[in-house]
């Protein structure tokens, strides 16, 4: 959990740093989305609802705790609208098939994965099943093309690939 929630934080800095947004606010995002999975044990019906109430007492800003609680859909009940939401429901689910991608290399190590190997395994729905397609694909209500996106979320995670175990 605390790598994709390292490599979530990385891949919203590097979203926020080509559409021009705020990167600390969308960085802090990726880090804290999954703050509640151990404490709602990820159930989609609560996850991401959690959150708000785990960091009550410390001053976040609330487009941030807007788009961590609907990064889930299923229990906001609402569907996203906004490009933070977007951002983050994208840049989070990425972070799985990057690492799905890195390994099923030989060297397993994400300097060797490339955009158009994701992007091509993005199409093969075995692969990495559990990954959500759809969430991936919001990148493009963002302005970024797939594989723009998915060289982005690359580029953004390689300086910590050490840290993250890739």
Request: aromatic share 4%.
């Amino acid at each position: 959990m605390i790598a994709h929630s390292l490599a979530s934080e990385a891949v919203m800095r590097g979203m926020a740093r080509r559409l021009e947004r705020d990167e600390e606010k969308w960085a802090m995002a990726g880090l804290l989305h999954d703050l509640d999975v151990e404490v709602t044990n990820a159930e989609p019906s609560v996850h991401g609802t959690q959150t708000e109430v785990l960091l009550k007492d410390f001053d976040i800003d609330p487009e941030i705790l807007d788009a961590i609680r609907m990064h889930n859909e299923c229990s906001s009940g609402k569907e996203r609208s906004t490009e933070f939401q977007h951002a983050l429901a994208a840049g989070e689910t990425i972070t799985g098939l990057i690492f799905a991608t890195t390994y099923v290399y030989p060297d397993k190590k994400l300097s060797s994965v490339k955009p158009k190997s994701v992007v091509k395994r993005m199409k093969a729905k075995s692969f990495a099943a559990s990954v959500s397609r759809e969430n991936i694909l919001e990148c493009e209500k963002t302005g970024i093309p797939l594989h723009e996106f998915a060289a982005i979320a690359i580029e953004s995670m390689l300086p910590i690939a050490e840290e993250i175990g890739l």
